[in-house]
């Protein structure tokens, strides 16, 4: 029971972003809701996937989320450095959004180079604390965990491998105490 | 998709969900396909319809897992308990399991001596394994489980604040994902 990469991007691509469209449009009625109406020049908000499409046809331009600049970006990375646990990050889906709007919308955002190189030593150090956090736990052979701030993307990483352990031990453990009481 | 078991149907939402997009497209077929508006909806439209197949698709699968399961389950429930499967869902279930057990006197049992030709149901049965560890995030405040580790005496409490997140056994949680104050991640 695990999810792959692509099916977190579509979720993360359901978050509403900033654009300022280059064009004129009414209201537009989607199921989901509404969005517009368009002026150019008037930032207006839609779902993440809209804006990549209406970038990918030239057709507006994407204002970066408010977490996306790189002195925000530096803070996240320190506090993610000094803290032993882990710190919310401003965006759920802050790694797919990051490579979504810079691979469609390079121009429209500021320092992209550094910001995709923060971003992505944050993931990096999460990461890396995953894995020794995980270590750690199978070693005490802990049974719960509480695991606050970690974003879909990277609990997705140690899927399917990190439930399936913890499924084996708790029936080892079942089969044990089962066999223990037997034998009292 | 994130539930060890199969959970209960939400037919009114499928339906809605379907309606919309059917009237969608009926107003789509309307409108010339340069228009600009077009390709925004029918991106919608594909997009939920992903949605809704991969979660018919699931509960599928799901079905054909613990068929046995689910089927004596069926037989068991009362008149006033709601049913784990959708009308179509139970027939479908029912179809698959005459159809494999014919398949399976046909090519094989036929053939046995006589005192060896039943099928028996209860090997068959797979029960979805409810102590499965998932992920789960809490939506509101919740007063706390006990959480057991698989021995009699390893048992935890576990407090459920909002917007927390957990690793543990379906089994704990269960009955919150049903009323939704528990999200799987």
């Not at chain 1, 654009?19 to 002026?39: M, Q």
């Not at chain 1, 020049?41 to 600049?69: D, F, H, S, Y």
């Amino acid at each position: 029971m695990s999810m792959n990469p692509a099916q977190v991007e579509f979720l993360a691509e359901n978050q509403t972003i900033q654009i300022t469209p280059n064009f004129s449009h009414d209201r537009l009625y989607l199921i989901c809701g509404e969005v517009g109406p368009f002026r150019p020049g008037i930032p207006v908000q839609v779902p993440l996937w809209m804006a990549i499409n209406l970038k990918q046809r030239q057709k507006c331009r994407i204002t970066a989320p408010e977490w996306m600049t790189v002195e925000t970006l530096v803070k996240i990375k320190e506090d993610e450095g000094q803290s032993k646990t882990f710190t919310p990050m401003p965006d759920e889906h802050y790694m797919v959004t990051t490579q979504l709007i810079l691979g469609a919308a390079p121009h429209d955002i500021a320092n992209t180079d550094e910001i995709r190189i923060l971003v992505k030593d944050i993931w990096d150090m999460r990461i890396a604390k995953l894995r020794s956090s995980v270590d750690a736990f199978l070693k005490i052979g802990g049974s719960l965990a509480k695991v606050d701030h970690l974003t879909l993307m990277e609990i997705n990483t140690v899927r399917p491998f990190l439930p399936h352990a913890l499924d084996q031990l708790f029936r080892l453990r079942q089969e044990k105490n089962s066999t223990y009481n037997q034998t009292q | 998709m994130l539930a060890p078991e199969l959970l209960s149907p939400q037919t009114e939402l499928v339906d809605c969900l379907l309606e919309q997009t059917k009237n969608m497209e009926e107003n789509l077929m309307a409108i010339s396909k340069s228009d600009f508006r077009f390709a925004l909806h029918r991106m919608e439209v594909e997009r939920i319809r992903y949605i809704v197949t991969s979660y018919l698709r699931i509960r599928l699968e799901k079905i054909e897992k613990f068929l046995c399961y689910l089927l004596n389950n069926e037989n068991k429930r009362q008149r006033n308990e709601p049913s784990l499967l959708t009308e179509d869902e139970l027939k479908f279930a029912q179809e698959l399991s005459s159809n494999t057990e014919s398949h399976l006197k046909t090519l094989g049992l036929r053939h046995m001596p006589t005192n060896m030709r039943d099928i028996n149901t209860q090997k068959f049965m797979i029960a979805p394994n409810r102590d499965s560890y998932v992920f789960a995030r809490v939506k509101d405040d919740a007063p706390s489980v006990l959480v057991s580790d698989g021995t009699s005496e390893g048992e935890m409490e576990v407090e459920l604040l909002k917007n927390s997140q957990h690793l543990l056994p379906y089994r704990s949680i269960a009955s919150l994902v049903q009323n939704n104050v528990v999200n799987l991640m």
